[in-house]
């Protein structure tokens, strides 16, 4: 979930942000996570509650401000989310959307000459 908090983060401080196949809605759908969850490398369980989930709703931005200060990378084979969901909610960002891949998004090291150029170029 780390594009949907750095969408949050960069409308509030005006930054810059790259997001790597982004959750949109983390809130929806999740219902099943409800109770208890193990850790699978700690054994430690915590216990996840509805407001929890509804928490996540509240980091959510609804209308971006500065498009251009995003640039996000979706791949259309991500087996986590649905990236046409991404594609629209970032359409007039920088948008670059590949067909295959998954939710690690292969390949991403083939795109690190345009990320640190869109991150180092002034807005």
Same mark, same amino acid.
């Given at each position: 979930m780390g594009g949907y908090y750095a969408t949050w983060l960069a409308e509030k401080y005006a930054c810059k942000a790259v997001l790597v196949n982004p959750a949109v809605r983390p809130w929806l759908g999740r219902e099943y996570l409800l109770g208890d969850q193990e850790n699978y490398h700690t054994g430690e369980v915590s216990r996840i509650e509805q407001g929890h989930l509804d928490q996540l709703q509240e980091f959510d931005v609804a209308i971006l401000s500065e498009p251009a200060r995003f640039m996000v990378l979706v791949q259309s084979g991500d087996e986590v989310l649905d990236?046409? +969901? *991404? *594609?629209?909610k970032y359409a007039a960002c920088k948008l670059l959307i590949e067909e295959g891949g998954d939710h690690?998004? +292969?390949g991403y090291e083939h795109h690190l000459a345009d990320v640190i150029e869109f991150l180092t170029k002034p807005a």
């Open positions: 990236y046409r +969901q *991404a *594609a629209e690690s998004f +292969q």
